[in-house]
Nanobody
Framework: QVQLVESGGGLVQTGGSLRLSCAAS????????MGWYRRAPGKQRELVAG???????NYADSVKGRFTISRDSTKNTVYLHMNSLKPEDTAVYYC???????????????WGQGTQVTVSS
């Protein structure tokens, strides 16, 4: 079973920066998309940023210009660089990978366990 291991969350002051990392526990035959979602208290989970294989990244309007998603395909790792953090960015952040384990398998969704990001005012 593919596991996604997240790291990099924590407590930061308004205006600060954090970098989240998400690494797959094993190599996959192919990766369709990698992305980051978040769930704030009392709110639904939302897409923060995503990047498809060979495609351009896309961002939620609320984070455009502040967050950057990047991936290292050789390490099956995706990053989320977060700058100019605001209290409203406080949430549990989850990474998601859509990929195939082998040439004969269908694409599956894999989720990380979540990492807490707290931005103090």
């Amino acid at each position: 079973q593919v596991q996604l291991v997240e790291s990099g969350g924590g407590l930061v002051q308004t205006g600060g920066s954090l970098r989240l990392s998400c690494a797959a526990s094993q190599s996959l035959f192919s990766i369709n998309t990698m992305g980051w979602y978040r769930r704030a208290p009392g709110k639904q989970r939302e897409l923060v940023a995503g990047i498809a294989s060979g495609g351009s990244p896309n961002y939620a309007d609320s984070v455009k210009g502040r967050f950057t998603i990047s991936r290292d395909s050789t390490k099956n790792t995706v990053y989320l660089h977060m700058n100019s953090l605001k209290p409203e960015d406080t949430a549990v952040y989850y990474c998601k990978l859509v990929g195939r384990r082998s040439i004969t398998s269908v694409p599956n969704d894999y989720w990380g366990q979540g990492t807490q990001v707290t931005v103090s005012s």
